[in-house]
């Protein structure tokens, strides 16, 4: 998310350390950026292309392809979410779905407190809550939910345990 890379690495201008550095957990992984995705994204994600591929890193940076964004965004549409701008999160979707056997999603649940009525944000990397009307959350979690009682893909609602990445796969 290109919004990552604005708050919590200064967009990429000063220090690709840091970047680096906190990306190394996920050990020999893809890293998307929506380079073509909205004009404020292709800066950073070309920044961040540039940080890991400068010293060779385990990851490689991804972009989707600008159709592929528009296709994906029309599919959505015509199933009911309207939005500025549909979440990251549902694109990746998306694209897990057509490229995994398995697809287990954590992380959609629309509204500010859980299950155990626990303030929670909606994004992982701040404690604010999206622009109103720039994502449609609820209608995303719906359609989500549709694919997960029909048996497209796995959705966890619930507590989530910690991830444990191993570095040596």
């Not at 906190?22 to 292709?42: D, E, R, W």
């Not at 500010?112 to 609820?138: C, K, Q, T, W």
């Not at 979690?141 to 990445?165: A, D, P, S, Y």
Request: hydrophobic share 40%; with cysteine; net charge positive.
């Amino acid at each position: 998310n290109v919004s990552v890379a604005f708050f919590r690495f200064q967009n990429l201008l000063w220090s690709r350390k840091k970047f680096v550095e906190s990306v190394k957990v996920y050990g020999s992984s893809y890293i998307y950026m929506p380079a073509f995705s909205m004009k404020p994204g292709t800066d950073p994600s070309f920044r961040a292309y540039h940080a890991l591929s400068d010293i060779g890193a385990n990851q490689t940076v991804v972009f989707a392809n600008p159709d592929f964004l528009k296709n994906v965004g029309k599919f959505w549409k015509s199933r009911g979410i309207h939005a500025k701008r549909l979440s990251t999160g549902l694109f990746l979707v998306s694209l897990a779905l057509g490229l995994c056997d398995e697809v287990t999603i954590y992380g959609f649940w629309p509204f500010s407190v859980d299950l155990n009525e626990r303030f929670i944000s909606h994004h992982y990397y701040d404690n604010i809550l999206p622009f109103s009307g720039f994502h449609a959350m609820p209608e995303e979690f719906l359609q989500l939910w549709v694919l997960h009682k029909t048996g497209t893909l796995r959705m966890r609602v619930g507590q989530c345990e910690e991830l444990r990445i191993s570095p040596n796969p």
